[in-house]
């Protein structure tokens, strides 16, 4: 975290350790561990992690709960001047919603080479038919995005594999 005279102003680096931990929230509920923080002046005003199982919702997606969350908090749809963090690159519906938002920036853990819409299968980002450009900052800490994430998915083949020889 840097200084400056008058506040501290933290960094990417820092912002994805609280998207991770949104993430382990998801993981300890069995859901899929990908968790977001939206971020706008130096502070959180939205969080979310994946509750696609619980809430039996396909759009329960982290990004959209922490969107909606924000846009609460802010009594504002536009999240502009607002950056979301968020553990996996995101997926078409969700790059919808922060194009929709007006949100300045993502910055993400790990590409999505099945289903992201951040540079990997496609790159809403920077579409010029859109009414809104969206900066990408990709990999910040990686490895700790991918590791959650491919021990998450280790453990439940584990499971099922050890299920399918009981019976």
């Not at 759009?59 to 749809?77: D, F, G, V």
């Not at 920077?126 to 021990?151: A, F, K």
Request: hydrophobic letters at 40%; charged letters at 30%.
């Amino acid at each position: 975290m840097a200084r400056t005279a008058t506040k501290t102003v933290r960094d990417d680096y820092y912002w994805m350790g609280k998207a991770l931990r949104e993430a382990q929230k998801a993981a300890e509920r069995g859901e899929v561990p990908i968790g977001a923080v939206i971020v706008k002046d130096d502070r959180v005003i939205g969080r979310g992690y994946n509750l696609r199982e619980g809430k039996q919702d396909p759009s329960a997606h982290a990004e959209m709960i922490a969107i909606r969350q924000a846009a609460k908090r802010m009594s504002a749809w536009r999240l502009n001047g607002a950056v979301l963090f968020v553990t996996l690159e995101p997926c078409l519906m969700c790059m919808g919603a922060i194009i929709l938002a007006r949100l300045d920036r993502v910055v993400f853990g790990c590409y999505d080479p099945k289903g992201g819409a951040a540079g990997s299968l496609y790159d809403l980002s920077g579409d010029q038919r859109l009414n809104h450009r969206v900066e990408l900052t990709p990999r910040v800490r990686e490895d700790e995005c991918s590791g959650i994430l491919s021990s998450f998915f280790s453990d439940l083949r584990m499971r099922k594999k050890l299920d399918r020889e009981k019976t």
